[in-house]
């Protein structure tokens, strides 16, 4: 076929790239993206955060449902697990997203090219038996499950993320190799619906990048539900069979091997970029030592008209902080100067309850010898929480001793991940924590729970 020549073509339709596209249409520029798989939206939609936060969302309905409506005087029969309509949901909610970003391509009008795009120089990229040509090209080919070495994943009793989003039955026991996001999210789902879930962390805690009091509150909240902690210890081994999966596990200072035995094992120890069969040796891209496509502070890579964003870049790997990115450099190909304040994207486990953070931890602002002042409340004191009868966790503010800025923020409870946004727009604009309690809060509301833990900066919370 004729060479096919546009503005702007994008190597991957996750949030990164799929968002990139649009803005840049919007912009008027032609715009052409190139996604491998048939449905659009990347890892994050198909097999990431949309399906997983469905079956969050429907397994906290079940155990609502089984240990808390009898506290709220509400009676009901027999609950029974429906595991064939709950992952039916799951999918209609993947489905509507793909469908969603395919109408948002058509009304933009964005060609759509299904394959795999691989970067030939020049300006050029390849896609099956097209030939693409664009005076800006934009890689946002995402991230894929990090592999643990000497363990083979075949997602049916060795999961990754992909297969634990899927199980045929509920299994009756569950390892989860590694105790970060992913492997908490999915533990806390299968264990919900009856697994017996052990985490094993090579670390000494659990959420090892969050606020060290958070996650040391978080593993005693998940300890109460029932989830089983192994912390300091690798695996070194994994045997399946049709029984199960048989785990060698020791100490990660050194020391005694011990077994352990599940139904099903979930490997979750992180993601890593995902460059393969881009061509990027061909156009000149390099790579960092960990990986990472190489950029400037504009997105630029080592190759003449060739840009980056998302998960294959330095920084979190966040869907929303791919959005970000693929909005921004769009602005910026289009000569406007926006900007990213990476101090003010927010994290969030969707766990119940829930952790969200933003900006710096306690250990970091140590780390780097800033004064800082520190404000916390609990959700026990908060009236509506207690009324909704969810009181675990609490807020902490961290503000600049020097700058009376607002430097961090870091919550465990439930609907954390609404709350915190508050505290991201206050970093955003630069707010004490003054600005913030002198702002009326609605109550009764868990959002007050903000509002006292600025206060509790300046040591004058009321409630408590």
Same mark, same amino acid.
């Given at each position: ?16 790239? =799929? ?9 008027? @520029? ?31 309905? !079940? ?39 395919? @109408? ?15 970067? %030939? ?9 097209? /030939? ?31 297969? +634990?989003?899927?199980?045929?039955? $509920?299994?009756?026991?569950? $390892? ?19 697994? *017996? ?15 060290? *009091? ?7 909240? %998940? ?16 045997? &399946? ?32 970029? !995902? ?31 060739? =840009? ?7 920084? &979190?790997?966040? &869907?929303?902080?791919?959005?970000? *990115? ?7 190909? +289009? ?6 304040? =990476? ?7 969707? /766990?119940?309850?829930?952790? &969200? ?14 004064? =800082?002042?520190?404000?916390? @409340?609990? @959700?026990?004191?908060?009236?509506? +929480?207690?009324?909704? /009868?969810?009181?675990?966790?609490? $807020? ?31 970093? *955003? ?20 729970? $903000?509002?006292?833990?600025? %206060? ?9």
């Amino acid at each position: 076929m004729a060479e096919q020549a546009f503005d702007v073509v994008v190597i991957g339709a996750g949030p990164g790239g =799929y968002t990139a596209a649009i803005r840049a249409a919007q912009l008027g @520029f032609t715009v052409a993206c190139i996604e491998k798989d048939p449905g659009l939206g990347g890892t994050c939609t198909n097999v990431g955060c949309i399906p997983s936060k469905a079956l969050l969302h429907s397994s906290e309905l !079940y155990h609502e449902a089984t240990h808390g409506f009898a506290q709220h005087g509400i009676k009901v029969g027999k609950i029974e697990i429906d595991l064939p309509a709950m992952l039916a949901q799951k999918q209609s909610v993947v489905t509507s997203s793909n469908k969603g970003i395919e @109408f948002l391509f058509k009304k933009n009008k964005i060609t759509r090219f299904l394959g795999e795009g691989s970067l %030939l120089g020049g300006g050029k990229v390849q896609v099956g038996a097209d /030939t693409l040509s664009a005076k800006h090209i934009i890689l946002a080919p995402g991230s894929e499950v990090t592999p643990l070495p000497g363990i083979d994943i075949d997602e049916e009793k060795v999961v990754s993320s992909t297969g +634990a989003l899927k199980l045929a039955a $509920v299994p009756k026991t569950m $390892v989860v190799i590694g105790g970060g996001v992913i492997g908490l999210e999915l533990g806390s789902v299968w264990s919900r619906l009856g697994a *017996e879930v052990t985490v094993v962390e090579f670390l000494d805690r659990i959420l090892p990048t969050n606020d060290g *009091e958070v996650s040391k509150q978080m593993q005693r909240v %998940l300890t109460k539900q029932g989830l089983k902690f192994k912390l300091g210890t690798k695996v070194t081994s994994a045997k &399946a069979s049709k029984k199960g999966v048989t785990l060698s596990v020791a100490p990660a200072a050194g020391g005694d091997a011990e077994e352990l035995t599940a139904d099903v094992v979930l490997v979750s120890i992180g993601r890593r970029p !995902y460059t393969k069969g881009l061509g990027l040796g061909k156009a000149g891209v390099e790579l960092d030592e960990r990986g990472r496509i190489k950029v400037d502070d504009h997105f630029a890579t080592t190759a003449p008209g060739v =840009y980056a964003i998302g998960d294959c870049i330095r920084g &979190a790997m966040l &869907a929303h902080k791919a959005e970000e *990115e693929g909005v921004v450099l769009a602005e910026m190909l +289009a000569g406007q100067k926006p900007h990213i304040n =990476y101090d003010a994207i927010p994290g969030v486990v969707y /766990t119940w309850p829930e952790v &969200a953070s933003v900006g710096k931890t306690e250990e970091e602002l140590k780390a780097a010898g800033v004064q =800082y002042k520190t404000g916390k @409340f609990p @959700f026990t004191a908060n009236a509506r +929480a207690r009324a909704m /009868t969810m009181t675990d966790g609490f $807020v902490k503010i961290l503000e600049d001793a020097a700058t009376q800025k607002i430097v961090g923020c870091h919550i465990i409870g439930a609907d954390a991940g609404h709350i915190i946004q508050e505290v991201v727009q206050a970093i *955003e604009f630069g707010a004490s924590a003054e600005d913030v309690f002198r702002t009326v809060h609605a109550h009764p509301a868990l959002t007050e729970a $903000v509002k006292e833990a600025a %206060l509790a900066v300046e040591g004058r919370p009321i409630n408590i």
